[in-house]
């Protein structure tokens, strides 16, 4: 059974640049969220997506955009990068939200994002 | 604003004694908690959760009890192992997951 998985693993770009992260969630698990973590802090809500639609969006600009697939993976894009969006970027996956389930999120292992 | 709150950046404790985690939280809407376990270059791990309508959950070794009228939640592992070792964050769930900022549990051979 796979868990969430994500690539790439690692990147870096410059300032400006616009970057594409992708997930795929957990076997049998069709909502997914992601987070920014920066460096010493907890995992920061980006979004979440849920029927290929945004069902929720913590507090982040529209530069960070995202999309579900049929498939339920997703991708997360962000446009004219700046310094402080280096940080590992995680995607979590879980069960539908009416599911006795949902609450328990699983995470996969982050893209680390270095912008120079 | 920081909805969850870890206040010990680390903690250190001897195999075979009880490690305490703490966290602390400020929406009273909040209805599910939940600990993660971290290792370097991994996603988070999850560990246990609680529903608000309980105080207390245990799962083998963790515990996690709920105090709703301090907003408080506590992780105890008993006995605590060397693999213990990690970054612990709690989360609490409402209309999004909010987590603390992490505790690193070292746990001394």
């Known amino acids: 059974d796979a868990g969430v998985t994500q690539s790439p693993t690692h990147l870096i770009k410059t300032r400006g640049q616009q970057v594409t992260l992708r997930c795929s969630p957990k076997s049998g698990h069709d909502t997914v969220s992601w987070y920014q973590q920066a460096l010493g802090q907890g995992p920061q809500f980006i979004f979440q997506y849920y029927e290929e639609e945004e069902r929720q969006r913590g507090n982040f600009p529209d530069r960070f955009s995202g999309h579900q697939f049929p498939n339920y993976s997703s991708e997360l894009n962000v446009n004219a990068l700046l310094l402080g969006d280096s940080a590992l970027y995680l995607c979590?996956?879980?069960?539908?939200?009416?599911?006795?389930?949902?609450?328990?999120?699983?995470f996969g292992p982050g893209t680390r994002l270095t912008v120079l | 604003d920081q909805q969850v709150k870890q206040n010990s950046p680390s903690l250190s404790v001897q195999e075979g004694r009880i490690s305490i985690l703490n966290c602390d939280y400020t929406?009273?809407?909040?209805?599910?908690f939940l600990w993660y376990k971290k290792y370097p270059a991994e996603g988070p791990t999850f560990l246990i959760s609680?529903?608000?309508?309980?105080d207390k959950n245990e799962d083998g070794r963790f515990t996690v009890f709920l105090n709703k009228s301090a907003k408080h939640l506590s992780l105890h592992i008993v006995p605590s192992q060397p693999g213990d070792s990690a970054v612990y964050f709690c989360?609490?769930?409402?209309?999004?997951?909010?987590f603390g900022t992490g505790t690193s549990l070292t746990v001394i051979p």
């Open positions: 979590a996956s879980n069960s539908d939200p009416a599911s006795a389930a949902y609450n328990e999120q699983f």
């Open positions: 989360a609490a769930s409402g209309n999004q997951f909010y």
């Open positions: 929406n009273s809407m909040f209805d599910y």
């Open positions: 609680i529903s608000s309508i309980k």
